[in-house]
């Protein structure tokens, strides 16, 4: 039995997940070639600078990278009410028959039952409308059930690929672009339902997969749909009371038996972003390997699964920035955030990342 950290006999409150981040490290764009972000090493008692790219070197054969292959979906949508009102939604959720679950963006909330008329591509003018039929999942959360329709029956992906926008975290302040399409997305999305992306894989290129698996490190792939809550701050002071948002996961049978392999040759098994441990640690936890997850994952949680980090840097006072606390260690990952914002390092989900391995507190 492994004995507790120390960070689990300490009591945390949200001000020890705050820090002071200058405006400009805040990454607007992505780095012009994936794999050339930086990368700090914090495996050792000393972080280390590197580029992404030197990755592969830092990982042993035998090692099982887990990624989540969720696909960002085009869910921020933008019409107006028929008094003229504008309105804004995100789409959190596809819930079927024509249903979403959204957040609205309004400056007067529409009757249930009145359709908003939305705004369609140039060229591609189909009728777009969204009704509004309540909240979703409780009548007092803070996200909307709405049905999405337009004149030839599409579905709400088909409508969302064609008439939606990139849904960039609210600390990018331009608006979507081509290249958002494209580098806002990881190389190998696959399953559609994610409103913001898992962005430590989004560091990951064909030349990196090529070194790995020279390397003999293998891959497998997890989804977990990350849902817009992943930008919220955490607002009670005591960390306990935090409600965390839900989240939709699903651990395939080919990747369960990847990580038994793994285990039972001696590897690691190294998540590649926060929502990949959020992933498996939720299997791992309750032996349910697809459905809802609200994991909240702080200093002195029993990790049973992942063994190293690929993550990017966090918000201040996250539920991320906790996670990542738990994972290396209050202290050590404090000073990491100090000697990354020291050295210029680029932030949030167009910046750089780092490797952390699991270690007690």
Same mark, same amino acid.
């Given at each position: 039995?492994?004995?507790?950290?120390?960070?689990?006999?300490?009591? +945390?409150? %949200? !001000?020890?997940?705050?820090?002071?981040? /200058?405006?400009? #490290?805040?990454?607007? &764009?992505?780095?012009?070639?994936?794999?050339?972000?930086?990368?700090?090493?914090?495996?050792?008692?000393?972080?280390?600078?590197?580029?992404?790219?030197?990755?592969?070197?830092?990982?042993?054969?035998?090692?099982?990278?887990?990624?989540?292959?969720?696909?960002?979906?085009?869910?921020?949508?933008?019409?107006?009410?028929?008094?003229?009102?504008?309105?804004?939604?995100?789409?959190?959720?596809?819930?079927?028959?024509?249903?979403?679950?959204?957040?609205?963006?309004?400056?007067?909330?529409?009757?249930?039952?009145?359709?908003?008329?939305?705004?369609?591509?140039?060229?591609?003018?189909?009728?777009?409308?969204?009704?509004?039929?309540?909240?979703?999942?409780?009548?007092?959360?803070?996200?909307?059930? +709405?049905? %999405? !329709?337009?004149?030839?029956?599409?579905? /709400?992906?088909? #409508?969302?690929?064609? &008439?939606?926008?990139?849904?960039?975290?609210?600390?990018?302040?331009?608006?979507?672009?081509?290249?958002?399409?494209?580098?806002?997305?990881?190389?190998?999305?696959?399953?559609?339902?994610?409103?913001?992306?898992?962005?430590?894989?989004?560091?990951?290129?064909?030349?990196?997969?090529?070194?790995?698996?020279?390397?003999?490190?293998?891959?497998?792939?997890?989804?977990?749909?990350?849902?817009?809550?992943?930008?919220?701050?955490?607002?009670?002071?005591?960390?306990?009371?935090?409600?965390?948002?839900?989240?939709?996961?699903?651990?395939?049978?080919?990747?369960?038996?990847?990580?038994?392999?793994?285990?039972?040759?001696?590897?690691?098994?190294?998540?590649?972003?926060?929502?990949?441990?959020?992933?498996?640690?939720?299997?791992?936890?309750?032996?349910?390997?697809?459905?809802?997850?609200?994991?909240?994952?702080?200093?002195?949680?029993?990790?049973?699964?992942?063994?190293?980090?690929?993550?990017?840097?966090?918000?201040?006072?996250?539920?991320?920035?906790?996670?990542?606390?738990?994972?290396?260690?209050?202290?050590?990952?404090?000073?990491?955030?100090?000697?990354?914002?020291?050295?210029?390092?680029?932030?949030?989900?167009?910046?750089?990342?780092?490797?952390?391995?699991?270690?007690?507190?």
């Amino acid at each position: 039995m492994s004995l507790p950290s120390p960070d689990a006999q300490r009591v +945390f409150t %949200l !001000s020890d997940f705050d820090f002071e981040l /200058p405006e400009a #490290l805040i990454a607007q &764009h992505p780095a012009a070639e994936r794999s050339a972000s930086r990368l700090l090493d914090g495996t050792g008692d000393v972080s280390v600078d590197r580029i992404f790219k030197d990755l592969p070197g830092l990982l042993r054969a035998g090692d099982l990278l887990v990624f989540n292959d969720t696909k960002v979906i085009n869910a921020r949508l933008y019409g107006e009410k028929s008094t003229g009102g504008k309105v804004e939604l995100l789409i959190e959720r596809v819930l079927g028959g024509n249903q979403v679950a959204a957040h609205m963006r309004v400056s007067k909330k529409p009757e249930v039952g009145a359709t908003i008329k939305m705004t369609c591509a140039p060229g591609q003018e189909d009728g777009l409308s969204a009704t509004l039929l309540g909240r979703w999942p409780n009548v007092d959360g803070p996200i909307y059930r +709405f049905v %999405l !329709s337009n004149d030839r029956g599409d579905d /709400p992906y088909t #409508l969302m690929e064609r &008439h939606g926008h990139v849904p960039l975290p609210p600390y990018i302040t331009h608006s979507d672009s081509p290249e958002d399409v494209q580098r806002y997305q990881t190389v190998f999305a696959k399953n559609p339902g994610a409103v913001a992306a898992p962005t430590a894989a989004l560091h990951f290129d064909e030349g990196v997969f090529a070194q790995l698996d020279a390397m003999g490190v293998e891959r497998a792939h997890v989804t977990l749909h990350v849902g817009a809550g992943t930008f919220q701050p955490v607002k009670t002071e005591n960390i306990a009371e935090h409600q965390m948002h839900s989240e939709w996961y699903n651990v395939p049978l080919e990747t369960q038996e990847a990580i038994a392999a793994c285990k039972a040759r001696g590897g690691r098994i190294v998540a590649v972003g926060t929502t990949s441990v959020r992933t498996l640690e939720s299997w791992a936890k309750t032996g349910v390997s697809s459905g809802d997850t609200n994991i909240f994952i702080t200093p002195g949680f029993d990790f049973k699964l992942v063994d190293v980090l690929v993550t990017n840097f966090h918000l201040p006072k996250s539920s991320l920035m906790m996670l990542v606390s738990a994972f290396t260690g209050y202290d050590y990952v404090m000073g990491l955030y100090r000697d990354a914002i020291a050295r210029g390092y680029r932030f949030f989900s167009y910046g750089d990342s780092m490797l952390l391995t699991r270690r007690p507190g």
